[in-house]
């Protein structure tokens, strides 16, 4: 055998054997004692007794649906085409897959291809000449291939880091989608629930100043006295202090629904502003349970693809101990313009690259730091369970408690309702002095407010349920071996 064959031979065990080293860094997995695997965490949710919801009903895509208001479906699918956060949210994803294209894209094969042309004088004194040399015309070109060798999986990793970048990011968008049909939907409500308040006020205070004409008639009858007259008109000025912070209220809300819909203060689409009776759902709010919520939250999925990421990272850093090796060749052509293409003007070139920065101490520091943040990683993925866990059990014990508050607001506004038109007769008749009645008056304003408020807050707590139930876009399951 001779040396030319002997290094070729050489040279295609050690690119034989280098191929064969395995990929650096751990293999990543979601860990075994992660919060997410513990079986209390994906089992039924607790107090459920009393809220009215179906705990073994999987909540569906489009909650917002089960209302079935078909202003409020409108809204949600405006704000979804016209939200400006969205179109913040999808530039960021198009970034993050580009960035992963970008990665998948390093390594492998690279082509490179130059050509010039060019007159020059050459230094007559570096060729030891005395006299001047004569300008010349030189040219040169060359077209040169190399490929790159991933013998320790720096670019395989790196490309799963940017690939679960990216995931997270969309996890992110679903996120802000999620958030997005929550604040539209509660916009919407509040506006229905602030004009029903205003019509409730309105009400009791249209009662209160009959009431108080019935005084002034009283009075010129001479059954009255002047004190009455002045806790008649107390009332009146009592109950017409509450429309100005109800108006404020609907405004408000319009304001944000505007917003939220990508429009200017004030462009609402016809009827909202109007709405008087905000929608109910029909059924028991469907909730599932903790696994299918674990699944469905888009956080938990942005915090466990963040894991992921951390975890590749491992590997690039740990990639850097070893060397880098390229494969590469060149053809081309330098000399005088007029022999260019000659034989006395080719070159070529063919063979290995090796580069190896030797390392240091720094380089395990990168190691360790990148170790570090997987950590803190999967801490902040146990943090995100824990806490949808504990927005949903808070959600669901707070629905409970109002809708029992609301059944009581119902029997004392009833009772107050009668007692109100009671005393008013009496009152009227001569039989009961005023005081009584505006008594009752006012104790039927007091529970008219009251349970308009409950009201409000029930159709908050749903709102608020299904944005802490993940509910809106039930994207792929956490895979525990992804």
């Known amino acids: 055998m001779n040396r030319l064959r002997f290094k070729h031979v050489m040279l295609g065990l050690a690119v034989a054997s280098l191929t064969a080293c395995a990929t650096v860094g751990p293999d990543y997995q979601l860990p075994s004692g992660s919060a997410f695997q513990r079986p209390e965490a994906n089992a039924g949710f607790l107090d459920t007794g009393n809220a009215q919801v179906a705990a073994g009903a999987e909540l569906p895509p489009r909650w917002w649906e089960l209302y079935q208001d078909a202003t409020l479906n409108g809204l949600v699918e405006q704000a979804l085409r016209?939200?400006?956060?969205?179109k913040v949210a999808d530039a960021h994803l198009r970034r993050a897959a580009a960035v992963y294209e970008q990665a998948m894209d390093a390594g492998g094969f690279e082509y490179e291809a130059e050509a010039g042309v060019s007159r020059a004088q050459l230094s007559a004194e570096s060729f030891l000449q005395e006299h001047e040399l004569p300008p010349i015309n030189l040219a040169d070109g060359?077209?040169?291939v190399s490929y790159q060798f991933d013998l320790f999986g720096k670019l395989k990793r790196a490309a799963?880091?940017?690939r679960a970048d990216e995931q997270a990011t969309a996890a992110a968008m679903d996120l802000a989608r999620v958030s997005l049909v929550a604040q539209v939907a509660g916009s919407y409500v509040e506006i229905c629930h602030a004009n029903h308040e205003l019509h409730v006020a309105e009400h009791s205070l249209e009662l209160q100043q009959r009431s108080r004409e019935v005084t002034q008639r009283l009075i010129a009858a001479g059954r009255g006295t002047p004190p009455e007259l002045a806790r008649a008109n107390a009332q009146v000025a009592m109950l017409e202090a509450a429309l100005p912070p109800l108006r404020a209220q609907r405004q408000a809300s319009e304001y944000q629904l505007s917003a939220l819909l990508g429009r200017t203060p004030g462009q609402l689409p016809a009827g909202v502003a109007d709405c008087a009776e905000a929608p109910t759902l029909a059924q028991p709010l469907p909730v599932g349970d903790g696994r299918a919520l674990l699944q469905r939250r888009p956080d938990i999925r942005q915090a466990e693809r963040r894991l992921a990421a951390a975890t590749a990272r491992i590997g690039v850093a740990t990639a850097e101990l070893y060397p880098d090796i390229r494969l590469g060749a060149s053809v081309g052509a330098a000399g005088l313009l007029e022999d260019f293409g000659n034989a006395m003007t080719r070159q070529w070139s063919f063979g290995p690259l090796i580069s190896w920065t030797l390392p240091s101490s720094g380089t395990h520091a990168r190691i360790?730091?990148?170790?570090?943040?997987a950590d803190a990683a999967l801490a902040e993925f146990d943090s995100s369970v824990l806490q949808a866990l504990r927005e949903t059990q808070t959600a669901l014990s707070r629905?409970?408690?109002d809708l029992d508050r609301l059944q009581s607001l119902q029997q004392a506004q009833q009772q107050a309702a009668l007692a109100a038109a009671q005393n008013r007769r009496l009152y009227q008749g001569g039989r009961t002095p005023y005081l009584?009645?505006?008594d009752a008056?006012?104790?039927?304003a007091s529970a008219d407010a009251t349970l308009a408020q409950a009201e409000a807050q029930i159709s908050r707590d749903q709102i608020h349920l299904f944005l802490v139930l993940g509910g809106g876009w039930n994207a792929d399951v956490v895979a525990a071996n992804e």
């Open 368 to 373: 360790h730091a990148t170790e570090a943040g």
């Open 160 to 162: 799963e880091a940017a």
């Open 82 to 86: 016209d939200n400006v956060e969205l």
């Open 399 to 401: 629905y409970a408690h």
């Open 142 to 144: 060359k077209f040169a």
């Open 441 to 444: 008056d006012r104790t039927l």
């Open 436 to 438: 009584s009645s505006l």
